[in-house]
């Protein structure tokens, strides 16, 4: 089993930066090929797809956060990253990531879940 804990959510203003991380422990030897993601929720809205990154670093970003956000992977300390710039008030949310296996058709098939870290902007 893989235990994801997430870090590194505060409350910050309008127009700063945050450094989200997710430490991943218990059965990691094969975490260089995850594909990992991170996700939020805001109140009262649905969990959404904010970005992901693949075993092969190939990363992908919601349109909302495109040129503010930058997910990264370090394999060695098998921990996940989202550097968070230009935070706005609607980034409000409870973020969460996520560990998978590759689709054979694309995308990824998380199985793996973190309790998640609160970003509050404003």
């Known amino acids: 089993h893989v235990q994801l804990v997430e870090s590194g959510g505060d409350l910050v203003q309008p127009g700063g930066s945050l450094r989200l991380s997710c430490a991943a422990s218990?059965?990691?030897?094969?975490?260089?090929?995850?594909?990992m993601g991170w996700f939020r929720q805001a109140l009262g809205k649905e969990r959404e797809g904010v970005a992901s990154?693949?075993?092969?670093?190939?990363?992908t970003y919601a349109d909302s956060v495109k040129g503010r956000f930058t997910i990264s992977k370090d394999n060695a300390k098998t921990t996940l990253y989202l550097q968070k710039n230009s935070l706005k008030p609607d980034d409000t949310a409870m973020c969460y990531c996520a560990a998978g296996w590759p689709r054979l058709g694309g995308g990824c098939e998380y199985v793996h879940w973190g309790q998640g870290t609160q970003v509050t902007v404003s």
């Open positions: 990154i693949g075993s092969y670093g190939a990363t």
């Open positions: 218990g059965s990691v030897y094969s975490y260089g090929t995850f594909c």
